[in-house]
């Protein structure tokens, strides 16, 4: 599906929360950054105890392997990941993008959203943020919105939930009007020369 497709929705303008960066970082830091820098501080402290000639090609090694790509993913990926996450609700569908390395986008039609769901993990309550999660009926998944604050994600879920229930509402439901080129054909009028025979006067001359 394209904009053109999709009367009056724009591309995504509204950025999530700014301390999505600092959620982002410190997902970093627990889930990649955290360990490869544990790591390499572990093979460090193994080869100054045990072997300590490995120490001239080993520090260089670990640097280039480890430490260097667990401090640049920190430090870019959130920069990144912010950068790329925007979302845009229109009158009959949702526009998100995601991503910091491959960028994606996805429209979707609001009269096909199923459910609306707010999930927080324990690092999100932490700064108080939320993400999204709009299920539809399409075989591409669900569309996820992260980094919201609290209060901006139950407003959209509100907003989205509002506005797929208006999408799937028929016009059928709408109370039928006349058709202005129908004919109405009008009962046949009495016939005033029409004989009524009335009991007793049968073969009255």
């Given at each position: 599906m394209s904009l053109s497709d999709v009367?009056?929705?724009r591309p995504p303008r509204h950025p999530v929360h700014p301390r999505a960066r600092t959620w982002w970082t410190a997902?970093?830091?627990?889930?990649?950054?955290?360990?490869?820098l544990l790591t390499a501080l572990a093979l460090?402290?193994?080869s100054v105890l045990f072997f300590a000639g490995a120490l001239?090609?080993?520090v260089p090694l670990l640097v280039v392997t480890l430490v260097a790509p667990a401090l640049a993913y920190a430090f870019l990926m959130p920069r990144r990941r912010y950068a790329g996450h925007a979302w845009e609700l229109g009158a009959h569908a949702v526009y998100a993008a995601d991503g910091w390395i491959w960028r994606r986008r996805r429209i979707t039609p609001l009269s096909?959203?199923?459910t609306v769901d707010t999930?927080?993990?324990p690092i999100q309550r932490r700064y108080g943020l939320a993400t999204l999660t709009v299920t539809t009926a399409s075989t591409a998944g669900e569309v996820r919105i992260a980094g919201l604050a609290d209060a901006d994600a139950e407003e959209l879920a509100r907003l989205i939930g509002r506005a797929a229930h208006t999408a799937r509402t028929p016009d059928a439901h709408a109370a039928p009007t006349p058709d202005a080129h129908a004919t109405t054909t009008p009962a046949p009028a009495p016939d005033a020369h029409a004989r009524v025979d009335r009991p007793g006067t049968e073969g009255a001359a």
């Open positions: 009367p009056g929705l997902q970093a830091l627990v889930t990649v950054s955290g360990p490869m460090g402290l193994l001239p090609w080993l096909q959203v199923q999930v927080r993990g």
